[in-house]
């Protein structure tokens, strides 16, 4: 289905983008687009008009502190994640980047549209909640920052309000990350998900798919049993549709959180 006429425009700066979606309360921010124009196609979303973010280089970039703390910009390709080497500071990221759909969609894809979009197939939010990432918020009256954890409200549905864009994702260091996940096929979203990390001996399982939000999870121990205890005892009702039960979505958390957890606990050292 072809798109219905939308104005577009191309700001030049992170400032200009924000007054125009403040201007504008129709105006949708476009990062990759990869999500956003086929929902424009499907008609499930109309905006009257899309501020382009892309050629901001304020919004781009992989910075590596010293304490090993990773800043990337919002309008960063998931490509890019995959070939940077401080990105590989905390290799989870790039390997789960490099799993997103095919090669087209990684190289216009943008972690901060994945993240904003909040799809619940979407491989990066539980991963960004279970390695305790912040997200930093720009709007006209200045910047804040959110957890993780605070960020996602439900589906399609942020912490990012009108007139706002997200910059960057900090990520703190680490190592002790896993990740799995049961996808339609090679290159399709995920019909279940889960992330885990080991920070400072503590468990953190997230998993998507399941509910309108990454659902978070401290498991006492990367034991198999505990997880599942961990899994089962958060009361699961995921959706049901043509790809899988609720049933047997609630199985599959229980699996991959225990995959993830037995992941994270390898790499962590044991």
Not at 72 to 95: D, F, Q
Not at 136 to 159: N, P
Request: glycine letters at 10%.
């Amino acid at each position: 289905m072809l798109l219905r006429e939308v104005e577009y425009v191309k700001p030049s700066s992170v400032a200009e983008a924000i007054e125009l979606l403040v201007e504008n309360e129709g105006a949708r921010a476009l990062a990759g687009g990869q999500t956003l124009i086929n929902v424009m196609k499907a008609r499930a979303a109309s905006p009257d008009a899309l501020v382009d973010l892309n050629g901001l280089e304020e919004l781009k970039g992989i910075d590596l502190a010293p304490d090993g703390t990773l800043t990337i910009g919002a309008m960063t390709t998931y490509s890019e994640i995959v070939a940077s080497a401080e990105a590989k500071a905390r290799p989870i990221l790039g390997e789960v980047c490099a799993q997103i759909a095919d090669v087209q969609v990684r190289n216009r894809g943008t972690i901060g549209g994945n993240i904003c979009s909040n799809d619940p197939t979407n491989h990066l939010p539980p991963l960004v909640t279970a390695v305790g990432a912040r997200m930093t918020i720009l709007g006209r009256d200045g910047e804040r920052v959110v957890s993780a954890e605070e960020f996602f409200l439900g589906v399609y549905m942020t912490a990012v309000g009108p007139g706002e864009l997200l910059t960057r994702v900090t990520i703190p260091a680490g190592k002790g990350d896993g990740f799995a996940a049961v996808t339609l096929g090679v290159d399709g979203t995920c019909i279940a998900n889960a992330a885990a990390s080991i920070q400072d001996g503590s468990l953190r399982v997230a998993l998507g798919c399941v509910d309108a939000v990454p659902v978070l999870l401290r498991p006492e121990s990367a034991d198999a049993d505990a997880v599942r205890e961990a899994v089962r005892a958060a009361g699961l009702e995921p959706p049901s549709d043509v790809h899988a039960s609720s049933e047997y979505r609630r199985h599959l958390a229980e699996v991959l959180a225990v995959r993830a957890a037995a992941q994270a606990a390898e790499r962590a050292g044991g």
